[in-house]
T-cell receptor, first 117, second 112 residues
Framework: EAGVAQSPRYKIIEKRQSVAFWCNPI?????LYWYQQILGQGPKLLIQ????????DSQLPKDRFSAERLKGVDSTLKIQPAKLEDSAVYLC???????????????FGPGTRLTVL | GQQLNQSPQSMFIQEGEDVSMNCTSS?????WLWYKQDPGEGPVLLIA?????ELTSNGRLTAQFGITRKDSFLNISASIPSDVGIYFC????????????FGDGTTLTVKP
């Protein structure tokens, strides 16, 4: 079974530029997560989708970050415009099901390392 | 928001030694998770704990869910070089069980 796919693996941009990341979850997984992992810290949840609906985006900086999962399969995360403090690894994860108080194991992709200069 | 304090921040041990790391929180969690992250990869789940007091093993790994539901520890016995990596604890709780709060990790180095 193929794992969670992410692209690109690395991206270097200048501040105020825009960038987009793509994630393809494990086939059949209804729930998709985007995390931000700053160097030396644990991952922080940015947004969680259940199929193509948003479950939780309370920690997403909505003035510059946006995410969509239009067909309930793959997803894109965009930053516009980027700031220096956005330099981090952006991880995508998926799980089979989510039922509010119950969730299945999350499987993480390899991440996209973003450097903002 | 919820925060997890994970310690130690880093460990340097000799191959064959046992390792212990722990996580504490000011908040109660319903589930404790332990992950390992290798360079350039995403975290991989090692052990999941669902009940206060639960003690679970996975090979050389043993983890426990604290009785107060505010802490957890992970032990690795007879460490080997491939145990090198960053170990994260994570807690889940509340109405959104999918929302994991992660600690900042313990970096483990094993000297052959």
């Amino acid at each position: 079974e193929a794992g969670v796919a992410q692209s690109p693996r690395y991206k270097i941009i200048e501040k105020r530029q825009s960038v987009a990341f793509w994630c393809n979850p494990i086939s059949g997984h209804a729930t998709l997560y985007w995390y931000q992992q700053i160097l030396g810290q644990g991952p922080k949840l940015l947004i969680q989708f259940q199929n193509n609906g948003v479950v939780d985006d309370s920690q997403l900086p909505k003035d510059r970050f946006s995410a969509e999962r239009l067909k309930g399969v793959d997803s894109t995360l965009k930053i516009q415009p980027a700031k220096l403090e956005d330099s981090a690894v952006y991880l995508c994860a998926s799980s089979r099901i989510w039922g509010g108080s119950y969730t299945d194991t999350q499987y993480f992709g390899p991440g996209t390392r973003l450097t903002v200069l | 928001g919820q925060q997890l304090n994970q310690s130690p921040q880093s460990m340097f041990i000799q191959e064959g030694e046992d390792v212990s790391m722990n996580c504490t929180s000011s908040s109660i969690f319903n589930t404790w998770l332990w992950y390992k992250q290798d360079p350039g990869e995403g975290p991989v789940l090692l052990i999941a704990l669902y009940k206060a007091g639960e003690l679970t093993s996975n090979g050389r790994l043993t983890a426990q869910f604290g009785i107060t539901r505010k802490d957890s520890f992970l032990n690795i016995s007879a460490s080997i070089p491939s145990d090198v990596g960053i170990y994260f604890c994570a807690g889940q709780g509340g109405t959104n069980a999918g929302k994991s709060t992660f600690g900042d990790g313990t970096t483990l180095t094993v000297k052959p």
